[in-house]
């Protein structure tokens, strides 16, 4: 009778410890995230079936040049040339590929540029963020901002 119960109490133990065991699995890449550079900071939030990351803020809101905020000056389309940088989604099309990744593009406030890009989710407390142009590949490491 006793090897019953016991055996009983660890099944019910395993089947309590698989849904704890699922819930450990990668972290969750939403929230705040710092660029490497610190330059701006990125959040990252649930969109339809993947993700979506818009700037949130940056080192330096301000153009030295003009005194105004910083815009998207180096997109090669003129209609969105003059939109401001702090709200600009950085993000598109990025959906799930595996625990912890997403893959889709990103665009480059820098140059104009949209590229193919994946996110990693590398620890609780940073985001490996990769593009691609043809074969050509680069990536940073972002750190999140609180919790």
Same mark, same amino acid.
């Given at each position: 009778?006793?090897? #019953?119960?016991?055996?009983?109490? *660890?099944?019910?133990?395993?089947? @309590? *410890?698989?849904?704890?065991?699922?819930? !450990?699995?990668?972290?969750?890449?939403? +929230?705040? $995230? !710092?660029?490497?550079?610190?330059?701006?900071?990125? /959040?990252?939030? #649930?969109? %339809?079936?993947?993700?979506? %990351?818009?700037?949130?803020? @940056?080192?330096?809101?301000?153009?030295?040049?003009?005194? /105004?905020?910083?815009? =998207? &000056? /180096?997109?090669? &389309?003129?209609?969105? *040339? &003059?939109?401001?940088?702090?709200? @600009?989604?950085?993000?598109?099309?990025?959906?799930?590929?595996?625990?912890? /990744? $997403?893959?889709?593009?990103?665009? &480059?406030? =820098?140059?104009?540029?949209?590229?193919?890009?994946?996110?990693?989710?590398?620890?609780?407390?940073?985001?490996?963020?990769? +593009?691609?142009?043809?074969? @050509?590949?680069?990536?940073?490491? $972002?750190?999140?901002?609180?919790?």
């Amino acid at each position: 009778m006793a090897c #019953k119960f016991r055996f009983v109490i *660890a099944i019910i133990a395993t089947a @309590l *410890a698989v849904p704890a065991a699922h819930a !450990q699995g990668a972290p969750e890449p939403f +929230g705040v $995230w !710092q660029t490497q550079a610190g330059d701006a900071r990125v /959040k990252v939030s #649930k969109c %339809g079936g993947g993700i979506c %990351g818009v700037v949130v803020s @940056l080192r330096d809101p301000i153009d030295p040049m003009t005194g /105004k905020p910083q815009v =998207d &000056n /180096k997109n090669p &389309n003129p209609s969105l *040339a &003059n939109r401001p940088i702090i709200g @600009l989604p950085l993000f598109s099309s990025m959906q799930p590929v595996a625990a912890g /990744k $997403w893959s889709g593009q990103i665009y &480059n406030a =820098d140059d104009g540029g949209t590229y193919a890009s994946s996110i990693s989710v590398t620890s609780e407390s940073t985001l490996r963020v990769e +593009g691609c142009v043809g074969a @050509l590949c680069g990536g940073e490491t $972002w750190t999140r901002v609180g919790r």
